[in-house]
């Protein structure tokens, strides 16, 4: 998805338990395995997001067990902007995001700022 946008620009981007890039990922689980020099696609999306300007919403849960919620902020802090809206679930695990009032309120809050843009 950060790949695509990177090429073509949307009007704003809505990212749920984003990862820095799947090898940090792999890395967290497998740490006794060479996940690195294995993995052939890396899926990058912090790098990828510094240069995509356009309102982003990140949003993630705080008990995410399969995406640190660490990598979550970290690619709410890298996104380019204008506007990065950072929306937490408190206690919601990675299954648990997707479908809630957040959700919502993330696809409002790009939905509004990208009118504005």
């Given amino acids: 998805m950060t790949r695509l946008a990177s090429v073509h620009p949307p009007a704003g981007l809505v990212l749920r338990s984003p990862f820095t890039e799947l090898a940090d990922v792999g890395v967290q689980h497998y740490p006794y395995l060479p996940v690195r020099p294995l993995l052939r696609d890396r899926f990058p999306v912090a790098p990828l997001i510094r240069d995509i300007h356009v309102p982003v919403a990140v949003v993630y849960g705080t008990a995410d067990r399969t995406i640190p919620p660490a990598m979550s902020r970290e690619v709410a802090d890298s996104a380019g902007g204008p506007v990065v809206h950072e929306i937490l679930v408190p206690g919601a695990d990675h299954n648990d995001v997707g479908d809630g009032p957040q959700m919502v ?6 939905a509004g700022q990208s009118r504005k843009t």
């Fill in 105 to 110: 309120q993330a696809v409002e809050a790009v």
